[in-house]
């Protein structure tokens, strides 16, 4: 990040040279897992987005950008809408590392804990805003995956379970954060592993955070990002990943208190509760958004896929994410800047506990 603040003239003529066109600016529009870069050039019309990963990209369950620019290239000529790849540029420029370069899409993502953009914030297009996402799943669900297969790795749902507890041990034994019903979590998923799978081409990070929105006051799918955790697998435990964030009006509270007495700094209990708590949209409640239930008919009905075993599938999402919180706790905790992340760990650990046992239903 500092050369691009401090060398931008050579950064845009090392650009100019990659993509053959006059870059006039570059501006910084995001920088966590990856460095995110928006390119603008003397033609007007052409933008550009330039992706470098960052430090925590190099961990496993990432394709490399030669291998997401070979999902892109794929996914163009399908139904599901995303940026096409224009440039893959090595590690001899300014910025030391391997890009990516993608056709600019506009749109506005919806990040979590967030409410929808002002002009969505009406039932009928809370209504469709839930469905152009559900729909947007099932098309990717419903893609061939032969083409995919030379850039994506196929995982089994054990290989999965897994992998993700195996990040979820590594990450303990660093940080020493051992989070209360972890490993009995862990067993239940192992020992309830569905025998009955399918294969898809799945996002790995699918969320309206990745989806770029357009539309006036109807909200439709202008393009999804980020594909960077492709992989091929069960489609089922994407639509359980999607659903994790999908409160009902029903949900349980879980028991906030006994995180607060483990951690008593202020504000805890409001951190994790009502809209502010982790993982949630809180947009989802509001009147006209569609139900879980709803979101699952209507997946089906689109992939003709049952979502069979829900309850393992939500509480792979729940444990998954947490196995990934754990993991950024981790490398933050080596360089100096770790954050508050073991309240936030622990309250997914508990939802996870809770729909295992059936106590958070469908």
Not at 114 to 128: E, G, K, T
Not at 349 to 356: N, P
């Amino acid at each position: 990040m500092d050369a691009v603040e401090c060398d931008v003239g050579v950064l845009i003529s090392d650009l100019s040279i990659t993509l053959g066109e006059d870059v006039v600016d570059v501006t910084v529009l995001h920088d966590g897992l990856n460095l995110s870069l928006g390119i603008d050039t003397a033609a007007k019309d052409d933008a550009y987005v330039l992706r470098r990963p960052n430090k925590f990209r190099n961990s496993d369950g990432f394709l490399d950008v030669h291998r997401e620019y070979g999902v892109l290239e794929h996914l163009h000529h399908t139904p599901v809408p995303a940026p096409k790849p224009v440039a893959v540029g090595d590690g001899n420029t300014i910025l030391g590392d391997p890009f990516l370069i993608t056709t600019y899409v506009e749109g506005e993502a919806v990040a979590l804990g967030s409410l929808l953009p002002d002009r969505f914030r009406y039932p009928a297009a809370r209504q469709q805003f839930g469905e152009a996402v559900v729909e947007t799943l099932a098309d990717l669900h419903n893609l061939d995956t032969a083409p995919f297969s030379d850039v994506c790795e196929r995982k089994s749902l054990r290989d999965q379970v897994e992998e993700v507890i195996n990040r979820m041990e590594a990450a303990t034994r660093e940080t020493g954060h051992e989070p209360p019903a972890v490993w009995e979590v862990a067993e239940w998923l192992r020992d309830n592993i569905p025998e009955d799978s399918t294969t898809a081409v799945c996002h790995g990070d699918f969320r309206p955070g990745n989806i770029l929105f357009v539309g006036g006051d109807r909200p439709q799918v202008g393009g999804v990002i980020d594909w960077e955790t492709t992989w091929l697998g069960d489609p089922r435990t994407e639509l359980g990943y999607l659903l994790l964030r999908w409160r009902d009006e029903a949900d349980p509270t879980p028991p906030v208190e006994e995180i607060a007495a483990r951690h008593p700094q202020a504000e805890v209990t409001e951190e994790l509760t009502g809209d502010d708590a982790p993982c949630i949209a809180p947009y989802t409640t509001k009147p006209g958004s569609p139900t879980r239930r709803e979101l699952v008919e209507r997946y089906q009905a689109e992939t003709g896929i049952t979502f069979v075993h829900d309850r393992f599938y939500r509480t792979l999402a729940a444990f998954d994410l947490a196995a990934i919180w754990a993991d950024i706790y981790r490398e933050q905790l080596q360089s100096g800047s770790a954050g508050q992340w073991e309240p936030n760990i622990e309250y997914l650990l508990l939802i996870a506990e809770s729909i295992a046992c059936g106590d958070h239903t469908l």
